[in-house]
Each structure stands twice: as structure tokens, then as C-alpha cells.
T-cell receptor, first 115, second 114 residues
Framework: DAGVIQSPRHEVTEMGQEVTLRCKPI?????LFWYRQTMMRGLELLIY????????DSGMPEDRFSAKMPNASFSTLKIQPSEPRDSAVYFC?????????????FGNGTRLTVT | AQKITQTQPGMFVQEKEAVTLDCTYD???????LFWYKQPSSGEMIFLIY??????QNATEGRYSLNFQKARKSANLVISASQLGDSAMYFC???????????FGTGTKLQVIP
């Protein structure tokens, strides 16, 4: 069974450019999460979806960030325009509705560097 | 207020020894779940163990056990017989009842010394 798939694994871009990160959740999972990991702030929840609908985007840092989930098997996180402070590892995770103990399954992350 | 607190930024342990990683949490919800994840240097997040607030016994998974003290709001991870491959960041996390979002602590970096 394939896990959560993220692409690209690494992204290097210049300040001001648009960046799109992609995620394919595990088939059958109805929740999808985007986290950002930095040394300073640790793992922050940016946004999460249930059945393709955004439920909580209170963690999205500012309007430069947007996320979509057009269908159950695909989500994107877009940063436009990117800034050096956006450099971080971005994780996508999925889980399915169930007991409170259902763990999050993480992708391998996208390491973003904005120069 | 921090919902998950990990007070040990880094720890060392001798190979084959046991080590305890601390985690305290804050919630007023009677229903919640606590998780531990491992993040090796390669970067992936690996689920290790889960403890529910209503569970009567401490969770165990192989060499991992969770020392759950509900009254003290602590959920410490115990790794027995440490191995070199246990060197990693370890994150404690919590899900509160009725919500799917999971909040993470700042992590503890464990280094196992040969």
C-alpha cells in the first residue's frame, strides 16, 4: 500500500517566484494536513481538509499561502510570491475518520529553500 | 499556552541502556489521544506509539512504552535497550476529542552513544 507521496523532494527557488508543493494522500483517507517544520517554530499545522473541504486554515501564515484539494487524491500548497523566510520542510499527512487513536501518516516532506 | 511541552531539547544515552523522553500536555477535554513520532536524520516522520485518555494500561510497542500519568498530564516515552538506530528527533503530539488536528511538541533530539 503506497504511503503519502509528496513532490518535489527538494525545491530551490528565488525570492518572488511562485512555488507549488504537491501531495497525494493514502487512498481511502479522508483527512489531509499540511505542516511546516522549521528549527525556530517546530512543526506547525498550516491547514487541513476533510473530504476535500478546508476545515481549518488558521495556521496559514499569510495571504501568500494558499492550499487546494480538488479531489480525494491530490492537494497542493502554493506560495506566491515566495520569501526567504518561507524556507522550511513542508510535510503532508493523511488519516481517515476513525478512533481518536488513528495516527497521521506523513509523506517524506518537501525541503524548500528560497534564496 | 503550549498544549504539548517537551523540556529536553537533547539527550544522550548509552547503547543498551533505557531512556525516558518527557512530555507534558495541557487540555481540558476528557477525551484525547497522545502520540509519539520519531524523525531520523533522513527526515521522515514515523509513528511509534499511541495512548488514549481512557486507556487503563500504559501502551507498549516492542521496545517502546508510554508512561502515562493522567493526573500529572504527562506521557513520557520509554525506550528500552537503546540501539544506535534510535538516534533521532522524537516528537510528542496530541489530538483532542472531536477534532482531527494534531498538535506537536518541539521535540527531543536523542543521541545513542556506542
Amino acid at each position: 500500500d503506497a504511503g503519502v507521496i509528496q513532490s518535489p523532494r527538494h525545491e530551490v527557488t528565488e525570492m518572488g517566484q511562485e512555488v507549488t508543493l504537491r501531495c497525494k494522500p493514502i487512498s481511502g483517507h479522508d483527512y489531509l494536513f499540511w505542516y511546516r517544520q522549521t528549527m525556530m517554530r517546530g512543526l506547525e499545522l498550516l491547514i487541513y481538509f476533510n473530504n476535500n473541504v478546508p476545515i481549518d486554515d488558521s495556521g496559514m501564515p499569510e495571504d501568500r499561502f494558499s492550499a487546494k484539494m480538488p479531489n480525494a487524491s491530490f492537494s497542493t500548497l502554493k506560495i506566491q510570491p515566495s520569501e526567504p523566510r518561507d524556507s522550511a520542510v513542508y510535510f503532508c499527512a493523511s488519516t481517515k475518520t476513525g478512533p481518536i487513536g488513528s495516527p497521521l501518516h506523513f509523506g517524506n516532506g518537501t525541503r524548500l529553500t528560497v534564496t | 499556552a503550549q498544549k504539548i511541552t517537551q523540556t529536553q531539547p537533547g539527550m544522550f544515552v548509552q547503547e543498551k541502556e533505557a531512556v525516558t523522553l518527557d512530555c507534558t500536555y495541557d487540555t481540558s477535554d476528557p477525551s484525547y489521544g497522545l502520540f509519539w513520532y520519531k524523525q531520523p536524520s533522513s527526515g521522515e516522520m514515523i509513528f511509534l506509539i499511541y495512548q488514549g485518555s481512557y486507556d487503563q494500561q500504559n501502551a507498549t510497542e516492542g521496545r517502546y512504552s508510554l508512561n502515562f500519568q493522567k493526573a500529572r498530564k504527562s506521557a513520557n516515552l520509554v525506550i528500552s535497550a537503546s540501539q544506535l538506530g534510535d538516534s533521532a528527533m522524537y516528537f510528542c503530539a496530541m489530538r483532542e476529542g472531536g477534532y482531527q488536528k494534531v498538535t506537536f511538541g518541539t521535540g527531543t533530539k536523542l543521541q545513542v552513544i556506542p
